[in-house]
């Protein structure tokens, strides 16, 4: 079989922070699994990094300039754009983000950025005050609205002497990110489906019900699901967020289309995991001309969308199922009261409200199963989807022996 990476074509864009010094071993090790990589620098990461050795390590003409003839007439900058699957920049420092944000073309990276249609992530590295400031954060998070993945960074001492948020990943974490190779085999065989996002359910034309639910959580788990080696399809309400390359998306607006997408996916799946904030009301019926606001008072009949997770707990032979349950107030009593009423294998259960929860990119979790419990302090979703799906593979396994 050729792997995926064998084909994948990456473009590392290189800013300039100290830890460009790391970029040639990058590089090494994503070309080691098979990847072609087109370095692409700017002034500033000339400054600590030359173009020389990165030529030398990626075997392809390192590109800076946007005005470079020559260059321009082998592969234009657009050209450049279209090639890759990917682009990763790292180091991704503060100046380059802010450029980032703001949609800037001036000069090759930032104009490749704004051209290409591959998914970015970045790896952040600087100073921790300037991670910490408003203004990068501010940046982050609109970045991370429009998709682009950010990839740390780590905690711990700095060139500068300070020691906090701020470090590059290290390089074998990055090409553990990007290469699908690097996939685990603990889930390997398996067919995942997870729901996430908000559902959407229609009043009239252009009125609708929905809930605060960013995706961000359910997102992670099928990226972390897939990091393990799952086959993940993944059903999303309307969200803004990008999912990894190899996993299968379904857009979906309302509960009753998650149903259907749902059922007809788990036919061959042997794990559901249910993290969609549900609807759970839909109009009984859906005006089909704007509603106009001449009544002082208007009042909604409203009817109950089908419950996902417990129509497939109720079927025969359900697959291994995990469900979420976001609470205002009594947390595990509820959690409890839905692992069994809803035939779960596991429930993870959080407190929503009051900052916690939704659209947040942190979380803490008590995952609820038959005869135990563990607690997930509260870390990166991303971080804690992989401590989940690790729960998950232990409890799978251990109810189906059979497929150690
Ligand atoms: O909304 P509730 O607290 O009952 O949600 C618990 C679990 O059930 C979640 O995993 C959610 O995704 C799922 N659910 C569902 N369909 C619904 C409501 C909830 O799949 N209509």
New binding site residues.
């Given amino acids: 079989m050729t792997s995926l990476a064998s084909t994948r074509k990456i473009l590392l864009g290189i800013t300039g922070g100290i830890a460009a010094y790391k970029s040639p071993d990058l590089v090494r090790r994503l070309r080691e699994q098979g990847a072609q990589v087109q370095v692409v620098m700017t002034r500033g990461a000339q400054e600590f990094i030359t173009e020389q050795t990165l030529q030398a390590v990626s075997g392809l003409p390192v590109r800076s300039e946007l005005w470079d003839h020559a260059a321009e007439a082998a592969m234009g900058h657009i050209e450049l754009a279209r090639w890759a699957d990917e682009i990763l920049i790292a180091p991704a420092t503060a100046d380059f983000i802010a450029r980032l944000a703001n949609g800037f073309a001036n000069d090759l990276l930032s104009t490749l950025c704004l051209a290409t249609r591959a998914p970015i992530s970045i790896a952040p590295a600087m100073n921790q005050a300037m991670w910490a400031h408003p203004a990068t954060q501010a940046n982050v998070v609109l970045l991370k609205q429009r998709g682009v993945r950010v990839l740390g960074p780590a905690e711990g001492e700095q060139a500068c002497g300070d020691v906090g948020l701020g470090r590059m990943l290290e390089p074998a974490e990055l090409a553990a990110w990007l290469m699908p190779t690097q996939r685990e085999k603990l889930l390997s065989g398996i067919k995942a489906v997870v729901?996430a996002g908000p559902?959407r359910e229609r009043i009239d034309p252009v009125r609708f019900i929905t809930n605060r639910s960013s995706g961000k959580m359910g997102f992670a788990v099928a990226e972390a699901l897939y990091a393990a080696g799952a086959e993940v399809v993944l059903v999303s309400g309307p969200v803004h967020l990008n999912a990894l390359a190899g996993i299968e998306r379904i857009n979906v607006e309302t509960?009753d289309e998650?149903?259907a997408a749902?059922q007809s996916q788990l036919v061959n799946a042997q794990l559901f995991?249910?993290?969609?904030?549900?609807?759970?009301y839909r109009a009984a019926t859906v005006a089909t001309s704007k509603i106009k606001k001449t009544a002082d008072a208007l009042s909604l009949d409203l009817a109950?969308?089908?419950?996902?997770?417990?129509?497939?707990g109720a079927s025969v032979n359900p697959p291994f199922l995990?469900?979420?349950?976001?609470?205002t107030d009594n947390v595990e009593c509820?959690a409890l009261i839905?692992l069994n009423s809803?035939r779960?294998d596991m429930?993870?259960a959080n407190k929503v409200g009051d900052g916690l929860g939704f659209d947040k990119d942190d979380n803490a979790l008590t995952v609820y199963w038959h005869g135990g419990q563990r607690e997930m302090c509260l870390c990166n979703k991303r971080d804690l989807a992989k401590q989940l799906v690790q729960l998950i593979a232990e409890r799978y396994r251990e109810k189906h022996p059979a497929s150690n």
Avoid: H, Q, W, Y
Avoid at 273 to 280: E, Q, Y
């Fill in positions: 729901t559902t509960a998650m149903l749902v995991v249910a993290t969609a904030a549900v609807s759970d109950r969308t089908p419950d996902i997770l417990a129509t497939v995990v469900g979420f349950a976001a609470e509820n839905k809803k779960l429930i993870a």
